[in-house]
């Protein structure tokens, strides 16, 4: 069955094969002359940087390596990445072999051997990262990507347990989810050292912090999800900490929020949040997190405090809003469609949100890759193929749960009773165009039901055969397991699967997952996870420069159809209403027995009534959870996001700070003033220009290479003397460093001679450039530095032509938003028309490349993935 066609990787594709996935070779010092390397060109401890290149030359440990770009790179060859593996194909051999060795005869493997290779060949089966990098390559490295470990118990001695547990794991690679609802609230009275507690949110920045320490393989840090459940006492502090700087910076947050809570948001009913009697003899030994349990064993639940559920339900809206979290899992929906509600209830969530586990649950991975299964002769699905590819792969990750070494026995005896794989897809929204079919219309809600059902009953009947010849998950009683709402489901469709469940058993007691696929995905070279893809067209940097280029499957279609624009078929997230991006994961969640990974995309004047909406939409539609990201969503915003404001905002001149609010702009002024003594004080009130309770000014919306920037330039005796500078969300480096610049121009501009300061500033900003630029000719911008400059320049020339300054600054064009903006540095662009999304620097190459995509942060120009 193995094919001969090779699998040649180019660009990012290959340098994210060898960097991440190859087989390395620890030892570098045999490198020789034609070896093909990864070589560091940038040895930045932050944003470090490699290049794929061929050695041309060594000199005892000094190699000189031509790049892939044609660069010649001089550097040790300690600073070289070797690896054993050049080729996907050898990759392919490895991981066919590493999974059929687990059968128990040398015919099986045999065979196993050769189907294995069938489905990997050609990415019809992408590996999930752990297993693609560590299977057949050692018997240390786990082939699990992401965890679920217990609550922590109650104690000081419980939380560092679970923060040593949560480290370990960090350490080798994997994503951790930690529900914190076990945790006395703030306040609350502990006994043993007559005190009082932090509260569970503070315990929660301790694991956040934690893991913002932890590197993973030298070039990403620890993926953590915190939740917390709907009845406990610290719920709004949950809610409302990332509005705090600094306090829970590196965990994505989740409320766990149940079916009686959203009924009394609905009918607008009171809502009581509840704690444990912490004095119960057996607290200590029985309190695990579990209220409904605890209430059951008859024991004392003390009430905190009650609250408008509606209230409550506002602030997790509004907060979404503001900076895409906390996201929303319907938890007590998801145990009831959980074919394990019997034995081992889902408690949380991993990192990018795809899979709900009990304690000590992990994720077994791996997509199929849907743009291979195109029938081009009748433009179709290839539904044989599916199906053959579907029930081997099936098979594949039942076998990665013998193979993988297990570093807890927890999770060995875990994973062993239950079995829990999770096959999903990448390739949705290429097979989706190859098929015209456009994501999000009435159209694809019917395709994309009667697909994902396919999967579902071929997995389900795959897992039914691999039960009749190896037996079932040891969990499995029959009777219950039909129970769950899943099965219940499957029933009225597919009969013949849960028929084929009672007479044979099952294997898994969970069987898909659709994960975001960003390394792996870009990888390969196709839309990632079920996403629709994020732009069509993309700058690349080259050493013949930046050249705007097309993805694939659209520069086919361009090629074909010359001088024509793409069929409304080629979609993208931002072209799509964010009720759109809902339904589709309504429409495949029905077909998924775990949960998916998804961001609703929404335009930045998404309203907060918008997203409420959104949110009990997709409660309603039956989706096991809920994400948004609002395009620019930050936490403080100068300007009002009012569409009458915005217009104004857009003419390019706005009084947009109201007389009198000094709130809006105090605390720039109070942290320019801070920290002067009584004696510098004198001689820079002297040199100082104050700042006057009330300011005119205007509002100048540039698009920048990090994504559309508001820029206010406020005026003190009728010359600048203030910048307000909103780039990006609140809380990345972009927001931080637009905002530290905004202050040093402002201070700049208020101190000493104000005669020349503007020009001046105008000539250091002006042309500073980045890793890309946005835009043509006189409206090319540069950077957000750049940006500022062209600002300052077209704020001059408005005053100048109303006669207001004297001092001359030429003017530049006057539009101030390209007709096609893109994302640079290797990014994509907002969609066809309209601004720039909001882009963070990625922490592997530096670029302003970082897109939240499926829920998770991505880079498009490395590749570079937080939860994979």
């Not at 947050?253 to 444990?276: G, H, I």
């Not at 000493?752 to 835009?775: E, F, P, R, T, Y």
């Not at 882009?839 to 942060?857: M, Q």
Request: hydrophobic content about 35%; some cysteine; aromatic content about 8%.
């Amino acid at each position: 069955m193995k094919t001969t066609k090779k699998s040649r990787l180019e660009g990012l594709s290959e340098k994210i094969f060898l960097d991440r996935y190859a087989w390395k070779n620890a030892d570098t010092t045999g490198t020789k002359v034609g070896d093909v390397v990864l070589a560091l060109t940038k040895d930045d401890p932050k944003f470090p940087a490699k290049e794929v290149g061929e050695v041309i030359e060594r000199s005892g440990g000094t190699v000189k390596v031509k790049t892939r770009s044609g660069e010649v790179v001089e550097t040790s060859v300690e600073k070289l990445t070797l690896t054993i593996e050049k080729t996907p194909e050898e990759m392919w051999d490895r991981l066919a072999a590493a999974m059929a060795s687990v059968e128990d005869t040398k015919e099986k493997q045999q065979q196993w051997t050769e189907k294995f290779r069938y489905i990997l060949d050609d990415w019809k089966l992408v590996p999930g990262g752990r297993i693609a990098a560590g299977a057949g390559t050692s018997e240390e490295l786990t082939l699990f990507n992401c965890y679920v470990i217990p609550s922590p118990k109650d104690s000081r001695g419980g939380i560092m347990e679970t923060l040593n547990e949560m480290t370990e794991i960090m350490a080798r690679g994997g994503g951790v989810g930690i529900n914190l609802s076990s945790l006395r609230p703030r306040r609350a009275v502990v006994a043993g050292v007559n005190g009082s507690s932090s509260g569970a949110v503070s315990w929660g920045g301790l694991f956040s912090y934690t893991t913002g320490l932890i590197e993973q393989g030298g070039s990403r840090r620890g993926a953590l999800m915190l939740m917390i459940n709907d009845w406990h006492p610290d719920l709004m502090d949950f809610i409302t900490v990332k509005q705090t700087a600094g306090a829970v910076t590196n965990a994505n947050l989740s409320v766990c929020v149940s079916n009686d809570f959203m009924r009394a948001v609905k009918e607008d009913l009171e809502w009581d949040l509840v704690f444990p009697d912490t004095k119960d003899p057996e607290y200590n030994e029985i309190w695990d997190g579990d209220l409904e349990k605890w209430r059951s064993l008859g024991k004392k639940v003390v009430h905190y405090k009650t609250v408008q559920a509606r209230e409550v339900w506002h602030t997790i809206i509004e907060s979404a809003w503001k900076s895409a979290e906390p996201g929303v899992v319907f938890m007590e929906y998801y145990n009831q469609m959980s074919n394990s509600w019997y034995f081992n209830p889902i408690i949380c969530t991993n990192p990018c949100g795809e899979q709900g586990l009990p304690g000590w649950g992990v994720c077994n991975l791996s997509a199929m890759n849907l743009s291979k299964f195109y029938d081009a002769e009748n433009n179709d699905v290839a539904w044989d193929e599916l199906s053959k590819v579907t029930r081997w792969s099936v098979r594949f990750l039942d076998n990665v749960i013998d193979k993988t070494p297990y570093h807890f026995e927890e999770n060995q005896k875990n994973q062993q009773a239950e079995r829990r794989v999770g096959l999903g897809t990448m390739g949705l929204a290429e097979l989706m165009i190859k098929l015209g079919v456009r994501y999000g219309s009435p159209e694809s809600l019917e395709f994309l039901d009667k697909l994902y059902g396919f999967i579902a009953k071929e997995s389900y009947l795959a897992s039914t055969e691999i039960a009749a010849e190896k037996g079932s998950f040891p969990e499995f009683i029959a009777d219950k397991f039909l129970q769950s709402g899943f099965m219940k489901n499957m029933a009225e469709v597919y009969p013949e699967v849960t028929e084929a469940v009672a007479n044979r058993g099952i294997r898994n007691v969970t069987v898909i997952t659709q994960a975001p696929t960003g390394s792996t995905g870009t990888m390969v070279g196709t839309s990632t996870g079920i996403e629709p893809y994020f732009a069509f067209e993309y700058y690349r940097q080259s050493r013949l420069g930046f050249d705007k280029q097309l993805v694939p499957i659209a520069q086919e279609w361009k090629d074909a159809n010359p001088g024509q624009d793409l069929p409304d078929y080629f979609v993208t997230s931002m072209d799509l209403l964010a009720e759109d991006h809902i339904r589709v994961q309504a429409a495949i969640q029905r077909w998924v027995d775990s949960s998916i990974s998804k961001t609703a995309n929404a335009p930045a004047d998404f309203t907060v009534e918008d997203t409420k909406r959104l949110y009990e939409l997709a409660f309603d539609l039956g989706c096991k959870g809920v994400t948004i990201y609002r395009d620019g969503s930050r936490d403080v915003q100068v300007l009002s996001t009012k569409k009458d404001e915005e217009a104004k905002a857009e003419a390019g001149v706005d009084a947009s700070v109201a007389e009198g609010d000094e709130e809006a702009v105090g605390g720039l002024n109070a942290t320019l003033n801070a920290g002067v003594s009584k004696q510098e004080e004198q001689v820079f009130d002297k040199q100082y220009k104050r700042r006057p309770s009330v300011l005119r000014g205007a509002t100048y919306k540039l698009n920048t290479p990090f994504g559309m920037a508001y820029i206010t330039i406020n005026d003190i005796d009728g010359t600048p003397g203030e910048i307000f500078l909103n780039v990006g969300k609140a809380g990345s480096d972009v927001f931080a460093m637009a905002e530290a610049l905004g202050r040093v121009c402002s201070l700049f501009l208020r101190y000493g001679d104000h005669g020349s300061k503007v020009k001046l500033l105008v000539k250091h900003l002006k042309g500073i450039g980045g890793s890309g630029a946005i835009g043509f000719g006189a409206n090319r911008v540069e950077s957000i530095a750049d940006a500022v400059a062209k600002s300052l320049e077209m704020h001059v020339a408005a005053h100048e032509e109303a006669g207001h300054m004297h001092h001359h600054v030429p003017p530049i064009a006057a539009a101030l938003e390209p007709a096609v903006p893109v994302v640079t540095g290797g990014g994509y662009a907002a969609g066809k028309s309209g601004p720039v999304a909001s882009l963070d620097l990625c922490p592997s190459c530096g670029s302003a490349s970082l897109l939240n995509v499926e829920g998770c942060k991505t880079c498009s120009n490395c590749g570079y993935s937080k939860c994979s």
